[in-house]
């Protein structure tokens, strides 16, 4: 993990820097938020994987040319929009009865990444109409996930649901001068995120299932058994695609494509690189795991009916 412990100092003080902000929220929410910030500190054993949120900017520094201190603005513009959006996810797909509190607590965490933002970009900087491109593209896709099959159709549309995220690059180009690279930034973006979503619809499929949420590898498993999305499925019948018939091996043989056409762009991001390889290539491991368990008792069964009929001779 390279790619990220090069920049744990870094991100270090950019937590520190979210949590002192958090703690002059009103109550109820100082205690609110900084429980909800810690599910995402990288420097916490039992965080989320959203690396590439915070450490884009840093990322894109050989390119940019930016010095820490932006980079570490701009990354903890991208904690704000993050914890904003992501709850704002939750709340969409799991209304609860603390709703309300959630909705109050995600418009504080996005008014504090407004107010970083501002003091980075003025009102005539391109930065705010590309902000504004990236939350139309997650407001449509949050809307259509359930009618459209975009892994099978429009693949690169998935990564669409965290396009906000895209902010903090964008703006380290813009900061950096390099705007001429940020239709090349956004689609390796993309194609990162792509690679991390199938990475989190593996590990989550039983609580999509359970919540009808779209899910890149019960797409998957739709698309190889020739139906429409989740038509004729069930838990058992998921387990079975993945255990019996060994659907995770293609499943992540398409993340490994995704990271070798971004392995294939320009210009050459490598913290990008390494992070969405090493995604991939766990996705591949676990993959491998599965296939050599299901070898593994695919042998015994041969071993028991040679022992049992040598035994009848």
């Given amino acids: 993990m390279k790619w990220y412990f090069a920049y744990k100092d870094e991100l270090e003080d950019v937590f520190r820097q979210a949590e002192e902000r958090i703690a002059a929220f009103p109550a109820p929410f100082q205690h609110l938020g900084l429980d909800y910030l810690a599910h995402f500190n990288p420097l916490r054993e039992d965080s989320t994987r ?27 513009g991208n904690v704000f929009v993050m914890a904003h959006y992501f709850i704002q996810d939750d709340v969409m797909d799991t209304p609860a009865d603390n709703s309300a509190t959630q909705l109050a607590l995600s418009q504080l965490f ?18 705010w109409s590309h902000a504004q491109t990236y939350v139309n593209e997650w407001a449509v896709s949050v809307v259509s996930e359930g009618t459209e099959n975009y892994f099978q159709g429009d693949r690169h549309r998935i990564a669409l649901k965290a396009s906000p995220l895209k902010m903090a690059g964008t703006g380290a180009l813009l900061l950096g001068g390099r705007a001429d690279l940020i239709q090349a930034i956004t689609e390796m973006t993309d194609t990162a995120l792509l690679v991390l979503q199938m990475s989190d619809d593996w590990a989550d499929w039983p609580e999509d299932w359970e ?25 058992e019948k998921v387990q079975e695609a993945i255990y019996v018939r060994g659907t ?23 913290g990008l690189h390494m992070f969405a390889r090493s995604i991939a290539e766990e ?25 049992k009929n040598m035994k009848k001779s």
């Fill in 50 to 76: 959203n690396y590439i949120c915070y450490l884009l900017p840093f990322w894109l520094q050989e390119i940019t040319g930016l010095t820490p201190e932006i980079c570490r603005k701009l990354s903890l």
């Fill in 283 to 307: 996705l591949g491991e676990e993959a491998a795991e599965i296939e050599s368990g299901r070898s593994h008792l695919r042998r015994g069964g041969l071993d028991f009916w040679i022992t």
């Fill in 248 to 270: 995770l091996t293609s499943y992540a043989g398409i993340a490994n494509q995704a990271v070798r056409k971004l392995e294939a762009m320009e210009p050459s991001v490598p």
């Fill in 110 to 127: 996005y008014t504090e990444c407004l107010r970083i933002y501002q003091n980075l970009f003025p009102a005539s900087s391109p930065f």
């Fill in 211 to 235: 919540e009808n949420s779209y899910n890149c590898l019960l797409s998957h498993i739709s698309a190889e058994q020739k139906t429409a999305y989740r038509e004729g499925l069930n838990p």
